[in-house]
């Protein structure tokens, strides 16, 4: 179990230029979410996959943000025409089923974004 | 509303004392799940401990407790003999249905910044 793992740890970027970020979740967890956790703030959920599927979207995500997992395996999150605001940490996550309410997310250590 | 609500910003604790972090949530369903994370300053989420909205017990996982008042909305974190690593931000989440998609996700307290004192 190498953990979930994410890419890049850090990203600096000038506002109004695209960034992605990648997720490895763990290699037998078909589901994976991610998160964006602001200074002091707890995480807030975005986006959610089973498997390649996106099934769910909180209304944070506007339509400059766009995620894939296209073969089930690794996700990637893209940020297009970054603002100061996007500013934050994202933080990915996976899970498995069965067992909903007491599987536990697997978080990695996240990707801190700054925008300047 | 807030779905989970922790009250206390900050906490600390002497090393080697117990302590409690609070956490109310607000739910009308009737089964749920409630989850602690600690964050360390590396930015991880580390899974703590679980108890779901059926469960008799508290949930105990080594130095960790939960203290679970289903009457009060209330699942409060117990550490014992509390040890320098455990300074860190700490999170209370809930799971709960959900319609459409399911995706079972969590959704997150703004979190307690306890700090161990030698």
């Known amino acids: 179990d190498t953990g979930v793992s994410q890419d890049p740890r850090h990203k600096i970027t000038k506002r109004g230029q695209n960034v992605t970020f990648r997720c490895d979740p763990i290699?037998?967890?078909?589901?994976l979410y991610w998160y964006r956790q602001t200074l002091g703030q707890g995480p807030e959920f975005l986006t959610y996959?089973?498997?390649?599927?996106?099934?769910?979207k909180s209304r944070l995500l506007s339509d400059r943000f766009s995620a894939e997992r296209p073969k089930g395996s690794f996700s990637t999150l893209e940020i297009q025409r970054t603002e100061q605001g996007d500013s934050a940490m994202y933080l990915c996550?996976?899970?498995?089923?069965?067992?909903?309410?007491?599987?536990?997310?697997?978080f990695g250590n996240g990707t801190r974004l700054t925008v300047t | 509303a807030q779905k989970i609500t922790q009250t206390q910003p900050g906490m600390f604790v002497q090393e080697k004392e117990a302590v409690t972090l609070d956490c109310t949530y607000d739910?009308?369903?009737?089964?749920?799940?409630l989850f602690w994370y600690k964050q360390p300053s590396s930015g991880e989420m580390i899974f703590l401990i679980y108890?779901?909205?059926?469960?008799?017990q508290n949930a105990t996982e080594g130095r960790y407790s939960l203290n679970f008042q289903k009457a009060r909305k209330s699942a409060n974190l117990v550490i014992s003999a509390s040890q320098l690593g455990d300074s860190a931000m700490y999170f209370c989440?809930?799971?709960?249905?959900?319609?459409?998609?399911?995706?079972?996700?969590?959704?997150f307290g703004k979190g307690t910044k306890l700090s161990v004192i030698p």
């Open positions: 996959f089973q498997n390649e599927a996106q099934l769910e």
């Open positions: 996550a996976s899970s498995s089923i069965p067992g909903p309410y007491n599987s536990p997310l697997h």
């Open positions: 290699s037998e967890h078909n589901r």
């Open positions: 989440a809930m799971r709960e249905p959900t319609s459409g998609a399911g995706s079972y996700q969590l959704t």
């Open positions: 108890q779901g909205s059926y469960d008799e």
């Open positions: 739910t009308s369903d009737q089964s749920y799940g």
